[in-house]
């Protein structure tokens, strides 16, 4: 059972590029989210999903894309990378009933 | 909208001694409260969780909070902590409005020394 898994665990990216964050979950859980974490600020929810074709922002949503085609996957696409975007990328899950979020290993990105 | 407060950012603590980690919410409807653990480098894991029942909740490695829904606090403490406790604490909440949105307050490193 492995979880949340998050890909890739590093990234540098420059100022301009694009790219994709990829997390899968294999618990059949309906509720999955982004999460930013920033020194200081904790964790800032960045888009939500509460099940398959439904997706929503979170608080700090500007830059950052979603969609969710499949219960498993919830990736989050960066369109232009900013420097303000470097930070670790938390991807979560959580069953309806549960209510208890599972964290992947998350996603260190750079932007330079 | 939900908010959490952790008023503390650090918390240093000798080796064996009490702890308790504050954290207060503000909500306009009933709340399910969280507490997670970061150690260095690695994702978050639960510690526990309130949804209904009982107060006082037990968690993993010794952990315990109580909900105060009068004071809207759920403080965490350990009645002795271990070198193995350092480590970054987060509180979390969800409306039970709707939705399942976890919103986290900005966290308290506690340090246990020797």
């Known amino acids: 059972n492995a979880g949340v898994t998050q890909t890739p665990k590093f990234q540098v990216l420059k100022t301009g590029q694009s790219m994709t964050l990829q997390c899968a979950q294999d618990?059949?859980?309906?509720?999955m989210s982004w999460y930013r974490q920033d020194p200081g600020m904790g964790l800032r929810l960045i888009h939500y999903?509460?099940?398959?074709?439904?997706?929503d922002q979170g608080e700090v949503p500007n830059g950052y894309n979603v969609s969710r085609s499949t219960t498993e996957d919830f990736p989050l696409r960066l369109l232009s990378a900013a420097p303000s975007q470097t930070s670790v990328y938390f991807c979560a899950s959580s069953s309806r009933q549960n209510y208890g979020y599972t964290f992947g290993s998350g996603t260190r990105l750079t932007v330079v | 909208a939900q908010s959490v407060t952790q008023l503390d950012s650090q918390v240093p603590v000798f080796e064996e001694a009490p702890v308790e980690l504050r954290c207060n919410y503000s909500?306009?409807?009933?709340?399910?409260l969280f507490w997670y653990v970061q150690y260095p480098n690695q994702g978050l894991q639960l510690l526990l969780k309130?949804?209904?029942?009982?107060?006082l909740v037990k968690g993993i490695n010794g952990f315990e909070a109580e909900f105060n829904k009068s004071q809207t606090s759920f403080h965490l403490r350990k009645p002795s902590v271990h070198i193995s406790d350092t480590a970054e604490y987060f509180c979390a909440v969800i409306n039970t409005g709707g939705g399942n949105k976890l919103t986290f307050g900005t966290g308290t490193q506690l340090k246990v020394e020797l």
């Open positions: 909500s306009s409807v009933s709340v399910y």
């Open positions: 309130y949804l209904s029942g009982s107060t």
């Open positions: 999903s509460v099940g398959a074709g439904i997706t």
């Open positions: 618990m059949n859980h309906e509720y």
